[in-house]
């Protein structure tokens, strides 16, 4: 006898599942989960060129949007509009039922992979776009130098604050598990924004933000700014962290920006609350919040504008803008590609949430590049800029390189 018994799919399976389906399509795709959420997402879309978009995000359709660090020449964005769009919750079986139907077609007609071969799935998506990063953007002297070069502009007053970064490249491991070391991530990280793109012959990321760069829901618009970073240690660190007047100071710079960018357009009246210590991982950060009503101040495009002003914020470029982005052009060594641009859902269920791209890295072949970067003002020392951006690193780097970290 036949009976209609709804077949019941844990979070690892539905996951495995959709990016079976997703890396099998060509498509461009995106999977992730907003801070303090249960809630995992994925939009898909399957025409094989990615696409691009202005940055007008209050007209543009649902999707996901993907900026890298350097201005681009078209001033667009690459977006991933959500043909397809799936969410479901990740603390609650999900039955077969609940799919939407282009992923119960999947379920039915093809075979399962497994972990391994959807590895050599997204190996073989991702050998073409091999990041050019040089040799030197990995090396400790090469950055220690550069953070030295930072100091001495300082001093000269040429910049007030600079915000270097390099690279460390790992090798992929051959029990890499995808979906493990995404649920891995949302699981260690609740406060992060965990991400996942694809963009194919373009990149493949995956990272784990701290910071929001715009959120709008409604009337509400959101930023922050948010820098300072100590090592989280003790019982309560939250409450026992004490900062430096280098902490202070850089921190307090990125909101002075902010609040530069709301003069700049008039805007006068805005919430600002911190700053407070802030948990990221195993790091604490400084962070003030920013929050307005976009139609009681008359701005009801107010995202995009932020978006345009805000780019490249203080907390990954540095002040004066401009300057700071010349600087790490002639010494930084390497092209930041997607790392310290930002990504995020737009315009889905009602609200945009952009982050900046920070905790990630790149997976290209059997590699994955990670990327990290330290503010630095005229109080700092080369060294300890250096482990802090070993530290970053290891946000994203540990679970790629094992899962049950
Ligand atoms: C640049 C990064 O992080 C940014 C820089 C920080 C700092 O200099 O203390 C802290 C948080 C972020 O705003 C990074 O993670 O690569």
């Not at 093809?110 to 990063?133: D, F, H, Y």
């Not at 029990?175 to 260690?188: A, G, H, I, P, V």
């Not at 059997?366 to 300890?384: I, M, Q």
Request: hydrophobic fraction near 40%; include cysteine; proline fraction near 5%.
């Amino acid at each position: 006898m036949h009976t209609n018994v709804a077949t019941n799919h844990t979070k690892t399976e539905i996951l495995q599942l959709l990016l079976q389906l997703a890396l099998s399509s060509g498509g461009s795709f995106a999977i992730w989960r907003k801070p303090k959420s249960n809630t995992v997402e994925i939009v898909l879309d399957e025409t094989a060129n990615p696409f691009k978009v202005d940055l007008s995000i209050e007209e543009l359709e649902p999707g996901f949007i993907v900026h890298p660090f350097a201005d681009q020449v078209d001033k667009k964005a690459y977006f991933i509009k959500a043909s397809k769009y799936f969410s479901f919750e990740i603390d609650k079986p999900i039955a077969t039922d609940e799919l939407p139907e282009w992923a119960k077609i999947q379920l039915n007609n093809q075979e399962k992979l497994s972990p391994a071969e959807i590895r050599e799935l997204l190996i073989n998506q991702t050998l073409v776009s091999k990041i050019k990063t040089s040799k030197l953007s990995e090396q400790k002297d090469h950055f220690t130098q550069l953070v030295k070069e930072g100091i001495k502009a300082i001093q000269q007053n040429l910049l007030e604050k600079v915000v270097p970064a390099r690279t460390k490249t790992i090798s992929i491991p051959p029990n890499f598990n995808l979906s493990c070391t995404l649920l891995k991530l949302m699981d260690s990280y609740p406060n992060a924004f965990i991400n996942f793109f694809h963009l194919p012959h373009v990149g493949t990321w995956i990272g784990a933000s701290p910071e929001t760069l715009i959120e709008t829901k409604g009337d509400t618009f959101y930023t922050m700014s948010l820098a300072g970073t100590q090592i989280a240690i003790g019982d309560n660190p939250l409450k026992s962290a004490a900062w430096t007047q280098k902490e202070i100071e850089e921190q307090a710079l990125v909101s002075r920006y902010i609040v530069s960018c709301f003069k700049k357009i008039r805007l006068r009246e805005y919430e600002e609350h911190g700053p407070k210590t802030v948990l990221a991982g195993n790091l604490l950060h400084l962070r003030s919040d920013f929050k307005i009503n976009m139609q009681e101040t008359g701005f009801p495009e107010l995202g995009s504008i932020m978006l345009g002003l805000l780019h490249p914020t203080s907390a990954v470029c540095g002040m004066p803008r401009g300057e700071a982005h010349d600087f790490l052009q002639e010494f930084e060594g390497f092209d930041r590609s997607f790392y310290s641009g930002f990504l995020g859902p737009v315009n889905i269920q009602g609200s945009t949430s952009i982050y900046v791209n920070l905790r990630t890295a790149s997976l290209h072949d059997n590699e994955a590049t990670l990327y990290a970067g330290a503010g630095v003002t005229e109080d700092s020392d080369p060294e300890k800029e250096w482990e802090e951006t070993e530290l970053k690193c290891q946000i994203i780097g540990k679970f790629i390189q094992n899962p049950s970290a």
